[in-house]
């Protein structure tokens, strides 16, 4: 949490929604966590909608221009930091058709942890393997998991740390609405 604000890598508090991305200049992509599913906003558009019975397997972030730049899932720099001013990709499979997905969003001008962009990742996978990724459409559900995962030590980042800590922050959240 900030002053002003909260955040979790590239996941900020946006109006009375959270969304993934910079929703707060003119002519960005970013994701936005609706009730009703992840919501892809983009300049000249209406947008798209990814319902969230759709999402089938565990969400993954990438950092660069494009899409398909994911064999190192991007540059980091000594300081724990993720480096490079592009943008990031959300990626994951969906159900009914079957089909592997991206949603494009922009960076904030502010610099990313990257520890809490791996926070962020593991929370996402949590949600969907307990069923519940719907409770991301709940802004104050939300709200409770990023003041548990925002700021902290960012050493020691180990699988079974991050699933411990996202695991935290679930409980911490509580069960969300229905």
């Known amino acids: 949490m900030v002053e002003g604000g909260a955040f979790l890598g590239p996941l900020e508090l946006a109006g009375d929604h959270w969304g993934v991305g910079d929703a707060t200049r003119p002519d960005t992509h970013w994701v936005e966590f609706s009730p009703d599913g992840l919501y892809q906003r983009e300049p000249d558009s209406e947008g798209r909608l990814i319902p969230w019975s759709r999402i089938m397997t565990g969400i993954w972030i990438t950092w660069g221009k494009h ?17 490079g001013r592009d943008g990031g990709w959300m ?6 058709p079957y089909e592997d997905h991206q949603l494009r969003f922009d960076r904030h001008a502010r610099p990313y942890r990257a520890v809490d962009a791996l926070r962020l990742e593991y929370l996402l996978r949590q949600l969907i393997d307990k ?22 030590k960012g050493s020691w980042i180990t699988h079974r740390a991050l699933r411990r800590v996202a695991a935290e922050a679930l409980a911490a959240a509580g069960p969300g609405s229905p």
């Open 91 to 96: 990626h994951m499979t969906l159900r009914h």
């Open 67 to 83: 899409s398909w730049n994911t064999n190192g899932r991007g540059m980091y720099t000594p300081t724990g930091m993720v480096a």
């Open 131 to 152: 069923g519940k990724l719907h409770l991301l459409g709940d802004p104050e559900w939300v709200g409770h998991a990023v003041t548990h995962l925002a700021g902290g």
